[in-house]
């Protein structure tokens, strides 16, 4: 009992696979997704502050660190299912919070509960922190959908995901780290050889061009 649980349950997170019941080239674990999303929002708040943004560091890495701990308790849900309706995605946030309250009350000391009830909620909100950490989120997603898709998985989940997935990244893009994603990174994806290219650039190519002229 007790912080040992809590640490024993990180490795968990190594055998909590992302996406499953799905055929995958390459598995990709909870603890995989949370390592790449805390160095991607990294670099985002490096690309922030070189614009003049103040990032506040610990919030940051905070957020990224635990902001998929939650699904521990609920397993992976796939992004189109979990992002269907606002109401959907609302419940499913809540039921997460509250199984990782349920867990931090029975095995955390009463003077730490606190910190790490807070740590534990939702980190994607309002500020830049919290929008760095919804575009990290995304761009990892991006990443592993694309990977597939590249590697020919006829899968058509993983289209649905990478449209999905840009499009989030696309709703942030007045920061300045979006604008050099954008500009600076993923056109290097696109030049990355692999299977269906070029459907796959003109449906990235559309969705960004519609977004800019919103």
């Given amino acids: 009992?007790?912080?040992?649980?809590?640490?024993?349950?990180?490795?968990?997170?190594?055998?909590?696979?992302?996406?499953?019941?799905k055929f995958k080239y390459h598995e990709h674990s909870v603890?995989?997704?949370?390592?790449?999303?805390?160095?991607?929002?990294?670099?985002?708040?490096?690309?922030?502050?070189?614009?003049?943004?103040?990032?506040?560091?610990?919030s940051l890495y905070e957020k990224a660190l635990n902001h998929d701990y939650a699904e521990l308790f609920t397993g992976d849900i796939k992004t189109p299912v979990k992002y269907a309706s606002k109401e959907l995605r609302e419940l499913f946030s809540q039921v997460?919070?509250?199984?990782?309250?349920?867990?931090?009350?029975?095995e955390f000391p009463e003077e730490y509960q606190a910190i790490y009830l807070e740590r534990?909620?939702?980190?994607?909100?309002?500020?830049?922190?919290?929008?760095i950490l919804s575009v990290a989120d995304k761009?990892?997603?991006?990443?592993?959908?694309?990977?597939?898709?590249?590697?020919?998985?006829?899968?058509?989940?993983f289209l649905e995901i990478?449209?999905?997935?840009?499009?989030?990244?696309?709703?942030?893009k007045e920061m300045d780290s979006v604008q050099y994603f954008l500009t600076s990174i993923l056109p290097d994806m696109q030049h990355e050889r692999f299977i269906?290219?070029?459907?796959?650039?003109?449906?990235?190519n559309q969705m960004i061009k519609d977004?800019?002229?919103?």
């Fill in 1 to 21: 009992m007790g912080v040992h649980n809590y640490f024993k349950s990180l490795s968990d997170l190594e055998k909590l696979l992302r996406c499953p019941g």
């Fill in 31 to 58: 603890a995989s997704h949370s390592f790449k999303v805390t160095k991607i929002a990294q670099f985002l708040g490096t690309v922030e502050e070189k614009y003049g943004h103040e990032v506040d560091w610990r």
């Fill in 96 to 106: 997460e919070e509250e199984m990782a309250k349920k867990f931090i009350e029975r």
């Fill in 120 to 131: 534990f909620k939702e980190g994607k909100d309002d500020t830049l922190e919290g929008k």
């Fill in 139 to 157: 761009i990892d997603l991006l990443y592993e959908s694309f990977g597939e898709i590249q590697k020919g998985n006829p899968e058509p989940l």
């Fill in 162 to 172: 990478y449209q999905e997935a840009l499009q989030t990244i696309l709703r942030f």
């Fill in 196 to 204: 269906e290219q070029s459907e796959l650039n003109i449906i990235t």
């Fill in 211 to 214: 977004a800019l002229k919103g």
